[in-house]
């Protein structure tokens, strides 16, 4: 299995460090390779990649969207990606990207860490919602969030994953040291 873990920056944050945590645990497994890419900005974190040759960087502005999405796309068919974790508000440059592209074979799960998204409104909340609707699972930290989506989509489209302040001490019997 391939997958590729997604997040707009990998400046020190929660969501930034989890999906570093994602990428080195699975590949460490030998089951499953993953990648990583940040697309806006690389950060202080950079340097905690374990496998520093399955990070990618899109380097995305908002003049440079169209070339970010076409590098994007030949990066899935390259490494042959058949999951894509995104992070945060990733979800919607990677959205774009299936509405335009329609990724039937990737599938696409959303980790969705601030907790904002209930709150979102207007254009960005029918985009959200359509971007949704074409994703197979959200991951959500609050059940706040978790009722809200409960409410608009199916309970079997949401995963309820709180954040921790230390992932270490709740799942200590089950993870090396280093991983978290």
Request: proline residues 2%.
């Amino acid at each position: 299995m391939r997958v590729l873990q997604i997040i707009d920056s990998l400046d020190a944050g929660g969501a930034e460090r989890m999906a570093i945590n994602f990428h080195n645990h699975l590949n460490e497994l030998n089951e499953i390779e993953s990648f990583l890419i940040s697309t806006r900005k690389k950060g202080q974190l950079l340097s905690v990649i374990k496998f520093p040759d399955k990070y990618c960087f899109l380097n995305r502005t908002k003049k440079g969207l169209l070339y970010s999405l076409l590098s994007l796309n030949k990066f899935l068919e390259e490494k042959n990606i058949q999951i894509i974790h995104v992070h945060g508000t990733s979800i919607f440059f990677v959205g774009l990207l299936k509405i335009l592209k329609r990724l039937e074979r990737i599938r696409i799960i959303w980790h969705d860490h601030n907790g904002n998204s209930p709150n979102i409104q207007g254009l960005r909340k029918i985009i959200l919602f359509k971007i949704l609707k074409k994703i197979e699972k959200v991951l959500v930290v609050s059940n706040y969030q978790k009722t809200f989506y409960e409410i608009n989509f199916k309970a079997d489209f949401i995963q309820y994953l709180p954040n921790y302040s230390s992932v270490k001490k709740k799942y200590k019997e089950s993870c090396e040291d280093d991983v978290f």
